[in-house]
T-cell receptor, first 114, second 112 residues
Framework: KAGVTQTPRYLIKTRGQQVTLSCSPI?????VSWYQQTPGQGLQFLFE???????NKGNFPGRFSGRQFSNSRSEMNVSTLELGDSALYLC?????????????FGQGTRLTVV | KQEVTQIPAALSVPEGENLVLNCSFT??????LQWFRQDPGKGLTSLLL?????REQTSGRLNASLDKSSGRSTLYIAASQPGDSATYLC???????????FGRGTSLIVHP
């Protein structure tokens, strides 16, 4: 079956712009989580959506937001981009019904802010 | 708050060696522990998932063990190959949320 699909794979944006990233989870998975990965900070959790509701949120400013649609596809948006937002953004999907489910990751979106 | 530490941070070995990568966590109340592999600039590939009730899982040349009481997991790689070169991350899903906490990873290079 198809894995987790993230689009686009690469993005170059200018400071101050906004960006929207997309994640299509594995069919049947209801939980989608987003992460930011940088060399300095490692993998940092942004937020998690389950059945169209944000269930968990990490410690990121309000410029980072997300949503999940009825088909479980998710988008994350970053407004007023800063140079420090340059990173690999990863999404993961899981069945999400409770603790103990396996997470599967997409290939990521590489965002470069110039 | 759960904290996950991976030692060593980097490892370089000749082809054919058997390896042990370590992962330790501070809170033993976990749901599961998952090992991932990440190639440069790519996403994470799930290798093994160990539920809290299990002691180990095996897949091919990989074997992961879990000791909740001591807060440790090890990933054993048998007969390493250059294609095993990657960063290996462990992630622990703890009680109270469904969000895994990741270690910083072990960067492995297997040279021919």
């Amino acid at each position: 079956k198809a894995g987790v699909t993230q689009t686009p794979r690469y993005l170059i944006k200018t400071r101050g712009q906004q960006v929207t990233l997309s994640c299509s989870p594995i069919s049947g998975h209801r939980s989608v989580s987003w992460y930011q990965q940088t060399p300095g900070q490692g993998l940092q959790f942004l937020f998690e959506y389950f059945s169209e509701t944000q269930r968990n949120k990490g410690n990121f400013p309000g410029r980072f937001s997300g949503r999940q649609f009825s088909n479980s596809r998710s988008e994350m948006n970053v407004s007023t981009l800063e140079l420090g937002d340059s990173a690999l953004y990863l999404c993961a999907s899981s069945l999400g019904g409770g603790g103990g489910t396996e997470a599967f990751f997409g290939q990521g979106t590489r965002l470069t802010v110039v | 708050k759960q904290e996950v530490t991976q030692i060593p941070a980097a490892l370089s070995v000749p082809e054919g060696e058997n390896l042990v990568l370590n992962c330790s966590f501070t809170d033993s109340a976990i749901y599961n522990l998952q090992w991932f592999r990440q190639d440069p600039g790519k996403g994470l590939t799930s290798l093994l998932l160990i539920q809290s009730s299990q002691r180990e899982q095996t897949s091919g040349r990989l074997n992961a063990s879990l000791d909740k009481s001591s807060g440790r997991s090890t990933l054993y790689i048998a007969a390493s190959q250059p294609g095993d070169s990657a960063t290996y991350l462990c992630a622990v899903e703890s009680g109270g949320s469904y969000i895994p906490t990741f270690g910083r990873g072990t960067s492995l290079i297997v040279h021919p």
